[in-house]
């Protein structure tokens, strides 16, 4: 086996240039393949990061809105509360007033029905005390018979009413 140097420089030169060959032709394309799928995978988890920033942003958001609806809530409770309270408070001093002024009336009326019971009461004694003085005046002053027409005035009273 020799070995010639110009043998084996034109195989180095020769391989030189095939590696040149394939470097340029071969493992360009694959270079820029996988470049271009370096910058997509990039992308896919910039936008992944994007997605999960965005959908944090909207559940803070969310969670937010949830927390002024469940205060809104609280104070339209609380509200409606307070406004039952004073209607029923109204409806209780209403209530009361109405009761007051029945008494009122009812009492006003008693008194009025005392009034008339009490006069008419006066008009018939005033009635038999007439009457009795008539009867006494048409006879003569005798205890026996007196002592009867009081007796009989007594029965008379008791019959009209």
């Known amino acids: 086996m020799s070995f010639s140097i110009g043998n084996i420089l034109f195989q180095l030169i ?13 493992v360009r394309p694959v270079v820029a393949i996988m470049e271009k799928r370096k910058k997509y995978i990039n992308n896919q988890i910039g936008g992944a990061e994007k997605n999960r920033q965005d959908a944090e942003a909207y559940l803070t958001e969310q969670k937010s809105e949830v ?8 104070g339209i409770l609380e509200q409606a509360k307070t406004q039952a309270n004073a209607e029923a408070k109204a409806v ?10 029945m008494v ?11 009034e008339k019971a009490i006069s008419a009461i006066r008009d018939e004694v005033a009635d038999l005390s007439v009457l009795l003085a008539s009867k006494v ?14 007796d009989q005035l007594i029965k008379q009273v008791g019959n009209q009413r």
């Open 137 to 150: 005046l048409e006879k003569e002053i005798n205890p026996n018979n007196y002592s009867k027409e009081i």
């Open 67 to 74: 927390e002024r609806i469940r205060n809104e809530a609280h």
């Open 104 to 114: 009122k009336d009812a009492q006003e009326e008693i008194g009025l029905e005392r």
């Open 92 to 101: 209780l001093e209403s209530a009361k007033k109405r009761a007051d002024l």
């Open 14 to 26: 020769v391989f030189i240039l095939l590696m040149i060959f394939v470097a340029y032709v071969g």
